[in-house]
DNA sequence: AGCTCTGGCTTGTTTGTACAAGTTCGCCTA
DNA sequence: TAGGCGAACTTGTACAAACAAGCCAGAGCT
């Protein structure tokens, strides 16, 4: 682990534990330097990773300051339902519905960077938290690891874990579509609730390190069951707002 | 404008531009270095605005790869409906449909950091797109600014905008939960919906550079109308899911 | 008392250097 | 031909130094 990482835990810790309470000021970076033995360029890496988690703010001139203490996990949480499950204490489960092979469609190669008609696997999961059923995913894999996915326990928990793992497949970035929509039929029949009642819809596209697309999936959670949470500052995050298709 | 501000800006251009096209490699941070007579220390906080935009993707040890070319604004589109909306190429309007004095309730008193009983403003807005009503917003705004809000024409295109140019307020941090609801009765009848049809709520917080808490807000807007997107990497960005209050 | 202004403190930007660690690709060998 | 090896390349981390720019409090003035 980078020095930088070991400074940015410890400051993160003493802000969680309380010892810099909301508002108060950090140390300034030539303290922290000194503290840490480390150059000074270390610390600001450091503190530049509490800022991103908007945990401090920053002004040129003046201290930095403790703006939250809560810890947020970033991508992995946003990523792993069942890893996301488990650190929020809940019991994830879910079940493969359906899973066959099928070429994929024009708008599917795009997404995908595949040759048109290509083959991709689509698979439907129902995802519950202590049972109770939240989230309808509807998911579509690269024909090249489709292979890998098919081989997955059906009850499988965690898909993210599995595929790291048996083919050592790590996702790494993701692009993310966020709006409601109303329940259909198929889905209000799986989350048991009305046709028609609001669910929140998250629509992704994930890549590998190397760029290359495994995965996109249309989601639906169950209203009242889960919520995204952003912190956004002047300096940082890719979160827009965007007209629908 | 930084150096290196201006070396991601011409970066950034050339991919939009198509120059580096989806999937193609970056250029070395020696030979940009050597292209801007800059140091590599200066480029690489260049590409490191650009991966954090999730336009480009990092390995140690490979070239980068451009993941995306679309230009997101970050901070600023989430915040002001006007401006996002007037860079999206749409009208803006908006009306405020009520604004009157009461004393916080004691969780707004924690979320805006006032004393219990102190005195807000609350404002209910309805928010157009070329003329179509896609968005209800419930703000209260910590008592300190109230005067200035109110003194704002009710028409008013950008809140943001004017109370920046009136009293130099900037809003400089935010937290944001975003989540599914059905409309309720007041809700329906102002977009044009039906009572129970999914609306998209974006809850936020904001504070100014000092931390200190401005608005908190409840914004619902109609299904179909705006989606929210997020690009993450494993190393950044901090978006989670979480579990409903 | 209230105001201005200045000097010291703090963060922001840039350059330069060095080494660590991971990737890529060609060459060589079995 | 398939596989292993290594050299060159590329990004990641760390240190040191200098100056720019913004903030703040206290000194001094009105």
């Given at each position: 682990?980078a020095?930088?990482?070991?400074?940015?835990?410890?400051?993160?810790?003493?802000?969680?534990?309380?010892?810099?309470?909301?508002?108060?000021?950090?140390?300034?970076?030539?303290?922290?330097?000194?503290?840490?033995?480390?150059?000074?360029?270390?610390?600001?890496?450091?503190?530049?990773?509490?800022?991103?988690?908007?945990?401090v703010?920053?002004?040129?001139?003046a201290?930095?300051?403790?703006?939250?203490?809560?810890?947020?996990?970033?991508?992995?949480?946003?990523?792993?339902?069942?890893?996301?499950?488990?650190?929020?204490?809940?019991?994830?489960?879910?079940?493969?519905l359906?899973?066959?092979?099928?070429?994929?469609?024009?708008?599917?190669?795009?997404?995908?960077?595949?040759?048109?008609?290509?083959?991709?696997?689509?698979?439907?999961?129902?995802?519950?938290?202590?049972?109770?059923?939240?989230?309808?995913?509807r998911?579509?894999?690269?024909?090249?690891?489709?292979?890998?996915?098919?081989?997955l326990?059906p009850?499988?928990?965690?898909?993210?874990?599995?595929?790291?793992?048996?083919?050592?497949?790590?996702?790494?970035?993701g692009?993310?579509?966020?709006?409601?929509?109303?329940a259909?039929?198929?889905?209000?029949?799986?989350?048991?609730?009305?046709?028609?009642?609001?669910?929140?819809?998250?629509?992704?596209?994930?890549?590998?390190?190397?760029?290359?697309?495994?995965?996109?999936?249309?989601?639906?959670?169950?209203?009242?069951?889960?919520?995204?949470?952003?912190?956004?500052?002047?300096?940082?995050?890719?979160?827009?707002?965007?007209?629908?298709d």
């Amino acid at each position: 682990m980078a020095r930088y990482e070991q400074i940015a835990g410890d400051l993160r810790d003493a802000i969680v534990r309380g010892d810099y309470p909301i508002g108060a000021q950090l140390p300034s970076e030539a303290e922290l330097a000194l503290r840490y033995s480390a150059a000074r360029g270390t610390v600001r890496q450091a503190v530049a990773l509490l800022a991103a988690e908007g945990l401090v703010g920053s002004r040129q001139g003046a201290r930095r300051i403790v703006l939250g203490s809560e810890r947020s996990q970033s991508f992995a949480e946003l990523h792993s339902f069942a890893q996301w499950a488990r650190s929020m204490g809940y019991r994830a489960s879910g079940t493969v519905l359906s899973s066959r092979r099928r070429r994929c469609s024009p708008s599917e190669a795009v997404r995908l960077s595949l040759e048109p008609g290509e083959e991709v696997l689509d698979v439907l999961r129902l995802r519950r938290l202590d049972g109770e059923p939240v989230l309808v995913e509807r998911t579509v894999y690269a024909g090249w690891i489709a292979p890998a996915v098919e081989r997955l326990d059906p009850e499988c928990e965690s898909v993210t874990q599995e595929l790291y793992e048996s083919v050592g497949l790590v996702f790494a970035y993701g692009e993310h579509l966020i709006d409601a929509v109303a329940a259909g039929s198929e889905d209000a029949r799986l989350l048991e609730v009305r046709r028609g009642s609001p669910l929140l819809r998250q629509r992704r596209v994930t890549t590998t390190q190397e760029g290359r697309p495994v995965e996109c999936s249309d989601d639906r959670y169950r209203a009242g069951s889960v919520t995204f949470s952003i912190r956004n500052s002047t300096a940082a995050n890719p979160l827009v707002r965007r007209a629908a298709d």
